[in-house]
């Protein structure tokens, strides 16, 4: 191998590390959700997790709100524990 086909290597190289790091700059940059904010907007959405806590590594609580409704659900082992429990929004301190 001469020089110049090494040396070129070399280029090939470095210029295909520069636009992966450049790339990796700009991801972080504008954030993994860039290409959702130039979509268009969907329409309102009517399922929302509002609250998740985790109680153990096999169990979690989650908040969720369908239709204005909100529900707590207990998951774990892969499925559903507990559901139903309906619950209303929160009252104020006051």
Request: hydrophobic letters at 55%; one cysteine or more.
């Amino acid at each position: 191998m001469d020089f110049p086909a090494l040396l070129r290597a070399v280029f090939a190289l470095a210029l295909t590390l520069g636009l992966i790091g450049l790339g990796a700059v700009m991801l972080r940059r504008f954030g993994p959700d860039a290409l959702a904010r130039l979509a268009k907007p969907k329409a309102e959405r009517r399922l929302a997790i509002v609250e998740n806590l985790v109680l153990d590594p096999t169990r979690r609580l989650v908040l969720v709100s369908c239709d204005g409704q909100e529900m707590l659900l207990l998951l774990g082992e892969g499925r559903v524990l507990a559901e139903g429990v309906a619950v209303g929004p929160p009252k104020d301190a006051a």
